[in-house]
């Protein structure tokens, strides 16, 4: 009951913080309405690594994952012709045997382009914040419990026009993910791939 309610305590701290860093958007809406949607292809290598047992050993168990695609839509708010503010939402849920497993997503990202035009290539860096909530049900009361991970890291990449309104858009990114209460921390290298709409 006490991790249950810590989890959901950080996660009300990270929406409010969230909210704090959002204001922006609605300011830079007054000044461009210019909004790219989009959606990413990944291919991850995720590295866990576990406490120290008691004779101070770790140890790190290596997962790869191909995301085809994401279960993430992103959505880019223009700020200036360089720079967008980018949150990310997804849900996944999955039900095996008798134990139900529920996880959402929710990134900002800050992607800063190099160039302003986008009838053009444009290289740009991308920092990131993210938060996982993870929600896990099974038929024992002990195999209910709720869990929140924070992370944070950086991409370059490219965009590529495709047309006005379309372009395509390749990242390669690192993130680290913080131990939390019930998963071990983890550092991730993924090459991403997708692609963007430009809407009004």
Do not use: C, W
């Not at 896990?136 to 009361?141: L, N, W």
């Not at 950086?154 to 372009?167: C, H, N, V, Y």
């Not at 131990?179 to 430009?198: C, E, N």
């Amino acid at each position: 009951m006490r991790t249950i309610l810590r989890s959901r305590l950080r996660l009300l701290s990270f929406v409010t913080a969230i909210t704090t860093l959002a204001a922006p958007i609605v300011r830079a809406q007054r000044q461009s309405t210019l909004v790219e949607l989009g959606i990413d292809a990944s291919f991850a290598r995720q590295s866990f690594h576990s406490e120290p047992d008691a004779a101070g050993r770790e140890f790190t168990t290596t997962v790869n994952t191909i995301d085809i695609p994401l279960p993430v839509i992103r959505a880019g708010f223009f700020i200036t012709e360089m720079v967008a503010i980018e949150p990310a939402f997804g849900l996944r849920y999955q039900h095996i045997g008798h134990t139900s497993t529920s996880q959402t997503t929710f990134d900002i990202g800050l992607p800063i382009y190099l160039s302003p035009n986008r009838r053009e290539s444009q290289i740009f860096v991308r920092p990131v914040v993210g938060l996982s909530h993870i929600t896990s049900d099974g038929p024992d009361p002990d195999d209910d419990h709720s869990d929140t991970q924070v992370n944070v890291g950086a991409g370059l990449g490219i965009k590529l026009p495709l047309s006005d309104r379309f372009a395509a858009r390749f990242e390669a990114q690192y993130r680290h993910g913080a131990k939390s209460d019930r998963l071990s921390a983890y550092d991730q290298i993924a090459a991403l791939a997708g692609i963007s709409v430009y809407v009004r």
